[in-house]
């Protein structure tokens, strides 16, 4: 098979008919292959027979009857085929590779007896759902449909919100044996072109046999694979991605994703919504205020309060402390053991919920945590106040808007608990400066993980809180972009 793969990769199309067709079979294993379709026909315009292949599967049938077959039957002018076929894209191709690839994308494949090129036209028609609202990044104010499977319909959502003529759509094909397009968008006069440079480069270097879709090519294109934090934004929705491309980032699109991928990307974008900037000034930033405070909660709050109780309980007001002396008065296991199981069993709850069928998972979720934590805590397994304090800690990570830094503070909540019950709160502070430190190291895609607060560029002032809309004057500094004005086209 490799053989054959590498005899087509510079094999030209052939003038015999006959010859192209027995490649084609022999390249689609036509005997077997049930949706791999064939049609012979008498073109008119050229007065020759010619072969049409396609997959049945993924063209549009009456595309093909009406714009291709009819024209091609009826039409005998001696012009080119642009100007008899009713197909918007046609384009010649030379070799059998090319062939079978532009087959393999859903097109119509055409050779004319006596022709040393080849015809591809588009009549591809994949399946997909229609455009629905966003369920995992909704917003009350503000554009509700999402991205889908399909990319011409993701495409068309982002040039509906960003009407600019510089708005540029590259495609790049990555993946050996099975090829797929990646669409890499990006303003033309505004973004920086060393970074256009990297990401097309890191594409094109990708040397597996196929890549399906963005969640797999995040793993590719990620610098540091080994990394709790992400350096790659994913989102669903459509005003969010517009929104960056606005600012001089690059998103990258595929055919089978209802998503795409921002690059590059900080800390601080994982913890904005399209909504903060839909509200009103303070009422969006009141909202992220929230989700900031609920970020030191879920990372550390059930460390703190192993680190307090256990090694600085002085620092517990005496009747609060009496009261939580008398609820673990008859519990056999030690602190950090209670918080452990309680924020295992919190995860297992999570981790059921999302796997249980829509329609159950939401209730077995809730009635399986009132059942276990007060079941736990008359065993005298844990007491009342560890259930507050991990409910508290797993509520809080429920209003992170982004999946993956969710992931990344659930894990590294546990490495500070631990931290807490070794040494108390100067184990945990060290472990907090590692984390912090570790974090500063990140860049993506050359950006640091901090900018702009850390190292300082001129931006929008839209870090921790935004500021006012209508004084928003500059893009983000550290992207180092052609255009770093916002306002008008200076």
């Known amino acids: 098979m490799r053989t054959k793969r590498k005899q087509l990769v510079n094999k030209h199309i052939d003038p015999s008919l006959e010859n192209n067709i027995e490649e084609m079979k022999k390249s689609f294993y036509y005997e077997v292959n049930k949706d791999f379709s064939m049609r012979t026909l008498h073109v008119k315009f050229k007065n020759k ?3 049409l292949f396609y997959y049945g599967s993924i063209v549009n049938g009456d595309t093909i009857n009406l714009h291709i077959i009819k024209p091609l039957l009826e039409q005998d002018s001696h012009d ?13 191709v030379t070799d059998f590779e090319n062939a079978i690839q532009n087959v393999n994308s859903g097109k119509v494949i055409m050779f004319i007896d006596g022709d040393t090129i080849a ?18 990044e909704s917003v009350i104010k503000g554009p509700q449909d999402a991205f889908t499977e399909s990319l011409n319909s993701n495409i068309s959502l982002i040039r509906k919100q960003l009407h600019n003529q510089c708005l540029v759509n590259e495609g790049i094909q990555v993946g050996k044996r099975s090829i797929n397009e990646v669409n890499m968008m990006y303003i033309k006069d505004v973004v920086n072109e060393e970074l256009v440079d990297n990401i097309r480069k890191r594409l094109k270097d990708i040397n597996v046999d196929s890549v399906r879709n963005l969640e797999l090519l995040e793993q590719y294109l990620e610098e540091r694979p080994y990394s709790l934090l992400p350096t790659i934004l994913y989102t669903e929705k459509p005003d969010k991605a517009t929104a960056f491309l606005e600012d001089g980032y690059i998103i990258l699109l595929m055919n089978t994703s ?8 900080t800390f601080w974008s994982y913890f904005h919504t399209p909504e903060d900037r839909y509200l009103r000034f303070f009422y969006g930033n009141f909202s992220r205020a929230i989700r900031l405070f609920c970020f030191y909660l879920t990372s550390m709050i059930s460390a703190t309060y192993v680190a307090v109780s256990n090694f600085h309980s002085e620092m517990i007001p005496p009747d609060l402390l009496l009261a939580i002396t008398a609820s673990r008065e008859r519990v056999p296991f030690p602190l950090i053991f209670e918080v452990l199981i309680m924020e295992i069993a919190f995860e297992l709850i999570r981790e059921a919920g999302i796997r249980i069928p829509n329609p159950l998972g939401p209730t077995i979720g809730i009635v399986g945590a009132l059942i276990l934590g007060q079941a736990a805590v008359q065993a005298n397994i844990i007491s009342p106040i560890i259930v507050i304090i991990v409910a508290l800690s797993g509520l809080s990570s429920f209003a992170l808007p982004d999946l993956s830094i969710n992931f990344a503070v659930r894990m590294v909540r546990f490495i500070f608990i631990f ?10 502070t060290g472990a907090f400066l590692i984390f912090f430190m570790y974090a500063a190291s990140l860049k993506s895609f050359g950006v640091p993980f901090f900018s702009p607060m850390s190292p300082v560029f001129s931006s929008s002032k839209d870090t921790v809180f935004r500021g006012l809309l209508k004084k928003e004057t500059y893009r983000p500094g550290y992207l180092d972009l052609k ?3 916002k306002r008008g086209n200076k």
Do not use: W
């Not at 085929?81 to 009713?86: D, E, Q, S």
């Not at 931290?419 to 945990?428: D, R, S």
């Open 80 to 92: 080119k085929l642009a100007n008899i076929v009713t197909i918007e894209n046609i384009e010649e």
């Open 119 to 136: 015809y591809s036209m588009d009549a591809s028609d994949f399946q997909h759902r229609t455009i629905t609202k966003s369920e995992n």
């Open 49 to 51: 027979e010619a072969c």
């Open 419 to 428: 931290a807490a019950g070794f040494y108390g709160m100067l184990a945990l």
């Open 258 to 265: 209802a998503a795409c991928l921002i690059v590059p990307v």
């Open 483 to 485: 255009n770093s004005i």
